[in-house]
Structures are given as structure tokens and as C-alpha cells.
């Protein structure tokens, strides 16, 4: 973090900015990109991008540069270092898309937010691809043949294959290419965002701005617009989904100044649909089943209600026998049970006692409870933070050692072990009605790994099983202050 912080102020002194006065660091998502968000002593804020991914960088600078000078709803780019690894933009703030539909709802302003996204978005798509050099794009130049089969074969290989269906492989592949064949030549090849989704369009004094837009290329208009619209974390109504895209299609209309074949449109519309909920339920299946990650195996029973409801109502204009079958047992009522999570409700019984605790303090916590057994867990393996001078009077509850914890040790792999072990357990007890589970977490000291493990597993099960929870870090009159 030192290293960093000394990087960012040489970057501030570089763009003429103040001296750092706060460095917080964003929590990541699916990439392996750092952000950061820092304030200066002249009261100013800014988002600090710092990824060894230089290729990618510099496709995010050009298109950002690219895109000012359209007058594009995009940060502003303030500076860039020498070695392509460090950037800073303005600060757009923390409100998204997503999260003003999630506070809000489906009302009348959340539908404005999303309709003047897609009118972005038509901008974006199509003042943006005028004077752009797609040689600058960080993968394929466009969202093609081979572009397309790519998507089909990543959900073929992450999420398909993970179900053991028996199926022919070799005349799946060729209708894989059929498919891919078909939509490479739908009409309106412009900019295509490529994963144009409400986490990604920043709201500010109700203004939609837009970021990660790195992975563009020249594509179909319609595959951002699927790709807003059948997001499966928003889960808008389809009576939503159908006013939008006419909208939308009235926004591209005045862009193009001529009439789009809307019944081709709209064809070829929901093939991209069907593509982009194939390329999210790979994506799914390979940060959930393959990384382990909560957040996204968790997502995979909307994605499949989604698909389920695609093809129960819509068609793609093109036939694929074997494909199409397999589509119906991938949303299958039995395929759909495998990914459902037995959900705690208010009458559920179960209490989940988390602890954090001290070795040489405190010892192993007591358990009074009338079934006793549960956890416990040894955080001794993981750097110490407490070593560290700057970190000795913090604990796990602190920003700075939730940092270096995420970033410099291996406690995300350390928890990653604990959920699948704790679920299984937390899982069963819900669906038989038990009482209590004790988890205990212990280190040297009960103030750093311990601390921060206990708070993770407590996130963990309240945001995946809507679980109780209770937290006692049991050394904690005895933390250094």
C-alpha cells in the first residue's frame, strides 16, 4: 500500500493536483483491476485505476479520449503515468444503475434512469464508432463469427458441461457455428459496449455516465441492449424490457436518420439475447463452480429463470434441434433445484455464533449450547498484520487491514475453503430446523485475522442463506491501542 500511495502522489504532482489527505481502496468485482479512491488536501476527489494489464490500459484511454471529444457520457481521463499502469479519472461517486434499482424499485424514475441510459447508449454506439480505429480494441476488432462462437463455447464449457447431460458434441459444435454465422451478419454493425450492464452506468445528479468499456469492439447495436435489458441481477419486468427497446430503437432511428426494419431487428435482437444469457451463465459458472465465488453461484438460479423464460417465449430465426433441446433440459425444474439455496426465513430457528478469539489470551471459545459441535478455524497460516507498524493499533474491523488482508495475504482462498465446509452445515441445519452452529476464528492475538474472518463468515451467510448471525470478538478489551 506504501508503494502504491507514493505511485498515486507522484501521478497527482504530475497533473498539477494537492497532496493525498485519504486513499481508499474499492473493493474489486470480477476483474483484477485495483481501484481507488483518493482525497486530496485541497478537497477533491478522485478514481485511481491501477492494473499491470497495459494492453487493456491503453484500450481504456484511447476509447476514454475517444469518446470525450464526442461528447460522450464517459469520466473525464485526467492523467495517465509514464508506464501505462496508473490513471486517474473524475469521480463519478459510489450510486450505480443497479443500486438505485435496488433502493428504489421498478418506479417511473428508475424507468426514466434506464431510458436515458439507452439513449446514451445509441450515442455511444453510434457517434462513438465514427472516427474510432478498431485496431486500438483490447481483443477482436469486431463481435463476429468466431467472436460469437467464443461466447457459446464458454458457456458450453463452464456451465453446460459442469450438468453431465449426454448430448453429440460434434453436432452441437456445428450448430454452434450455424448460430454464430447467423448473427455475424445482422445489419447496424456500430460500437458494441460488450458488457453494457447497470453495474457499470454511474449516476450522478440523475445523469447516467458510463465506465469499463475497455472490451469494446465493432459488433451488433442490438447485443448491448440484450445486455441491459435481460441483466439478471435487475430482473426487469417484461413489460419493461418490451417499452425499452422501443425506445431504444426510436433512439437509433433519429441517430441513423432512417428507419430500422424493426421486425429484423427485433429477430435478430433476440438472438443476441439468447447469446448474452449464454455468455452469463458461463460467466457464472466459472467465478461460482471453478473460482468458488459466493456472489456468483449465487446469481446462477436468476440466470437460469431468465433463459427459462426466453425460451419458453421468444424464437431466434433460426432452427437448432440439438441446441434447442438442450436448452430445455438446462432449465429444466431439476437443473434449476441444483442451484437453489435454501433460504432462511423469519421463523427459522437457526443462529449462527461467530467468534473471533486469542490463542494465548483467550483459548477455545465455550459452546453452552445443548447440541455443541461446530467450527473451529486457525487464521495462524495468514500474514500477521499485526506485524506491521502502521496496522499494530488496528484490527480486522479497519478499512487499512481489510486491505492488506484482501490484497497481500491468502485469506481470500482461506475463506473461499471455509464457505464450502461452513454451507454444507449451515445448508442442512436451516432445512431441519436446528437451533445453533457456533464458528470460531482464533490467531495470536484475536485482533487482526481472526477479527476479519469472523466479520467475512458473518457477511457470507447472512448475504447467501438471509441467515441470523451474532459476532463476539472475545479479546478485544485486550486489542493494542
Known sequence: MQQISEDIQSLLNYAGY?????????????????????????????????SHNIRENQAFIALSQHFKKTGIAVPGLLAVNANEDLYMQEDL??????QVLEAEGFTDHVYSLFRQSLQ??????????????????????????QAILADLLYFKYYFLDTLKIAYDKQKLIDEFEQLSTYLAQSDHQYF????????????????????????GMQGALQYDVASLLWQAKANLPEEWKNKLLEDYIGFANELLNQEIDRER?????NGYVLIRLLQVLGAYGFRGLFERKAHFLSSIPQALQNLKWF?????????????????????????????LITKASDNTPLVVNIHSFSYLKNGYPEDNSDNGGGFVFDCRGILNPGRIDEYKKQSGLDKPVKDYLEQQTLMPEFLNSIYDIVDIAVENYIQRNFAHLQVNFGCTGGQHRSVYAAEAVSRHLKNKFGVKTTIKHLNQENWVR
Open 18 to 50: 494537492g497532496e493525498i489527505d485519504r486513499l481508499d481502496k474499492i473493493p474489486q468485482s470480477g476483474s483484477d483491476r485495483a481501484y481507488y479512491r483518493v482525497y486530496t488536501n485541497d478537497n477533491r476527489s478522485f478514481i485511481i485505476t491501477h
Open 93 to 98: 461517486g459510489d450510486t450505480s444503475l443497479l
Open 120 to 145: 446514451q447508449l445509441a450515442t455511444l454506439q453510434i457517434k462513438g464508432h465514427e472516427g474510432w480505429n478498431y485496431d486500438n480494441c483490447l481483443t477482436n476488432k469486431a463481435f463476429g463469427q
Open 192 to 215: 458494441m459496449f460488450r458488457d453494457f450492464q447497470s453495474r457499470n452506468i454511474m449516476i450522478q445528479n440523475d445523469q447516467v455516465r458510463f465506465i469499463d468499456y475497455q472490451g
Open 265 to 269: 431487428f427485433i429477430m435478430q435482437y
Open 311 to 339: 425460451v419458453s417465449h421468444h424464437t431466434i430465426g433460426i432452427s437448432c434441434p440439438i441446441f434447442e433441446s438442450l436448452l430445455q433440459q438446462v432449465v429444466s425444474e431439476e437443473t434449476l433445484h441444483r442451484f
